[in-house]
């Protein structure tokens, strides 16, 4: 890029404005379209006066507390970086995704003069604000560039040499933008080259520490290239899901932004990696990739402590006889009572725990589905790390936002002073769990789209913070018709329905007893103590629309009425409405799911199926609870062993 002569940059200027273009070859064709999108931006050569200033003390703390990792990273760096140039009326910048700048450091006189532009802490240099401009233009271009005296949009920055360098995060989105600026003057040749450099320096010590655990692939042409700034380096789940690359490996092996925890290595390199995991921080191998160029590889893996290294294509191993059907203290085996539907659930959810899935846990209302998304939190490799539930359908739609993605302080009139960080953040590093996400409000799915795609969060009026989390959802009504009906967006859908599952209600489930005898002892039944049998009788064809939740709770009141000279549980230990629903076959259809018709237990009065349909008799059996609770839905929820969900999606139902 040959610097145009301040006559041919006055004309070109001249011409943009009166005709909305650059003339061709006056200069640079990607500052020559940064020109036209500052005009189009509304910004004028000469006009500052709409300029914005910079954000609030207040605002500039949680942009720093946002970009903390960042800054970590960028810090030494920019102390490097600012021991080349010292002494040479420069400075050194670093600006957030937002081209906000977070941190300068410069020769006092040097920033001086650049405090006077609004080259300092606070200050946004996009180029909507500014016009062209290194940090705005290469943030937007997203390539190092340089941008010289009166290339600059606006006259006033026309003193300015800026050389700035895209920061990539382990996804390859742009994190931030590292820039060098001085005097136009001022010698500034090497300028664009170490800004660059120490962009690169920041991403590889990023990506190194993001994933500390996980195995990392460096790789180059040359074995002696290993080791060195220009070597590509990826993240890899154990299993061989790509996590995370920096540019060059993204060059390297062709990588997109769709491919992260999407794509299994071994399908692009057509090689099995297990050999090579298995022998981490040893000599360079050489691999051939498909097109047939040849690389060498050096892995690095430091699995938790306690933790398992999974060779990526090591093969599973065989369940022989003598193997146990599970390991030891497997959280997962714990909850198998025998029934086929939720083991098959089970086996396949086992396979899928360590990689990049998003798992969906379908069932109707209590069938256990945040406790099985508890149980494979904690059988998987996030086991220790937190599990964070969140009910969809039981925060009020205008608190949701702030619950999930946080604020920053003083965000909105009557938020916490500090501000939060909302439940996403505290997921990171383990398990988000989205309970009854069909009933999130449809602008919220797209924000959550959004966190999902970019593995990062935006709290309200503040900077996005990368976060890292599994995510399993659960819902009780079948989603795809929610899709359908246009209440979910599809493609929603897609990302939270990596791999599904299916739990059976409880009248489907064919291990009632062993469930039974599982109840009993967790809430204190001594070893022995078991049901009566008519009471057996009637609650095994019981329908039991609020599943496993009603069960527990029935059994759980039965155990806290058994007398210590008590051998065994019966009627009079049971709830009044318990007794009279059972008596009776009153069976609530819970929505979603159809529970067939059967007969009350022999020799109970009322024993004929009513002839209405269940639909209705389950709303005006709400409606008789929450008239004998005096409206009170908690307890109507109680009474009747169902979810609160529930009784209002009843009398959402009923109008
Ligand atoms: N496998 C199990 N063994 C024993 N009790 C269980 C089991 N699964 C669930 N429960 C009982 O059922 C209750 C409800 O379970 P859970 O909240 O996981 O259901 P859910 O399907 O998520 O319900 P909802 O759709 O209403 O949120 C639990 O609090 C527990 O008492």
């Known amino acids: ?65 946002g970009n903390a990792e960042l ?67 290469a943030m937007a271009e997203r390539m190092p560039l340089r941008v010289r005296g009166g290339e600059h949009f606006l006259e006033q920055n026309r003193f300015l040499h800026c050389s700035a360098a895209p920061i990539f995060s382990a996804q390859g989105e742009v994190a931030g933008v590292i820039d060098i600026s001085g005097d136009q003057y001022a010698s500034q040749s090497h300028a664009l080259g170490l800004a660059s450099t120490a962009a690169r320096m920041i991403e590889n010590s990023w990506l190194k520490a993001r994933y500390p655990h996980l195995p990392r692939i460096h790789m180059h042409a040359q074995a002696e290239g290993l080791d060195t700034l220009a070597e590509g380096i990826l993240v890899m789940t154990e299993d061989g899901f790509l996590v995370g690359a920096n540019q060059e490996a993204m060059r390297l092996l062709r990588l997109h932004p769709a491919d992260f925890f999407a794509l299994r290595l071994e399908d692009r390199l057509q090689q099995r990696l297990g050999q090579l995991l298995r022998q981490p921080g040893e000599a360079p191998q050489a691999l051939r990739l498909p097109n047939g160029r040849r690389l060498y590889l050096q892995i690095h893996h430091r699995p938790r402590a306690g933790g398992t290294t999974v060779a990526a294509s090591a093969p599973a191993t065989p369940a022989g006889p003598t193997a146990p059907a599970h390991a030891p203290a497997d959280p997962l085996a714990a909850l198998d009572t025998g029934d086929l539907q939720w083991r098959a659930a089970t086996h396949k959810v086992r396979r899928i725990l360590s990689k990049p899935i998003a798992l969906l846990i379908q069932g109707e209302s209590g069938v256990g589905k945040e406790v099985f998304a508890r149980a494979a939190h904690d059988s998987g490799p996030r086991r220790g790390q937190p599990f964070v539930a969140i009910n969809c359908a039981a925060i009020p739609e205008a608190l949701i936002e702030a619950e999930l993605f946080g604020y920053a302080p003083g965000a909105y009139t009557g938020a916490q002073k500090g501000g939060s960080p909302g439940r996403i953040r505290e997921a990171d590093g383990g398990t988000l769990f989205l309970d009854e996400i069909g009933d999130m409000p449809l602008a919220l799915q797209t924000r959550l789209l959004r966190v999902l795609q970019e593995r990062s969060v935006t709290p309200l009026g503040g900077s996005p913070v990368a976060v890292d989390f599994a995510l399993i959802s659960a819902t009780h009504c079948p989603l795809d018709e929610a899709v359908e009906q246009g209440r979910f967006r599809r493609d929603l859908y897609y990302r939270i329905n990596g791999f599904s599952v299916h739990l059976p209600p409880l009248r489907a489930r064919g291990d009632f007893d062993a469930l039974v005898e599982r109840l009993l002892r967790q809430f204190g039944a001594p070893a022995g103590v078991g049901l009566g049998a008519s009471l057996h009788q009637a609650l095994r064809r019981h329908d039991w629309p609020g599943n496993l939740r009603q069960l527990a709770s029935t059994l759980q009141t039965a155990c806290a009425l058994l007398e210590a000279h008590e051998t065994h549980i019966d009627w009079h230990h049971l709830a009044d409405d318990i007794v009279h629903r059972l008596r009776h076959g009153v069976a609530l259809l819970q929505a979603g799911g159809l529970a067939p018709a059967q007969a009350a237990p022999a020799g109970m009065p009322g024993a004929a199926m009513p002839t209405r349909s269940l639909r209705s008799l389950s709303r005006s059996a709400v409606l008789q609870a929450l008239q004998q609770c005096s409206g009170n839905i908690s307890q109507a929820a109680r009474q009747l062993g169902i979810s609160r969900q529930t009784v209002y999606r009843h009398l959402r139902a009923v109008g």
Not at 2 to 27: M, V
Request: aromatic content about 4%; some cysteine; hydrophobic content about 40%.
């Open 1 to 65: 890029m040959s610097l145009g002569t301040h006559h041919s940059l006055q004309q070109a200027r001249n011409h943009l404005l009166e005709h909305g273009t650059c003339p061709p070859g006056a200069l640079d064709e990607r500052l020559a379209q940064s020109w036209q999108r500052s005009l189009h931006a509304g910004l004028r050569p000469l006009g500052i006066e709409d300029m914005a200033g910079p954000v609030s003390n207040a605002h500039l703390q949680e942009m720093l507390h």
């Open 71 to 137: 800054l970590a990273h960028a810090r030494p760096v920019m102390d490097f970086l600012y021991g080349q140039i010292r002494g040479n009326h420069s400075m050194v910048v670093l600006a957030d995704a937002q081209c906000t700048l977070l941190h300068t450091q410069g020769d006092r006189a040097f920033l001086n003069k650049a405090q006077r532009v609004a080259l300092s802490r606070g200050a946004s240099w996009h180029e909507a604000q500014r016009g062209t401009n290194a940090i705005g233009t």
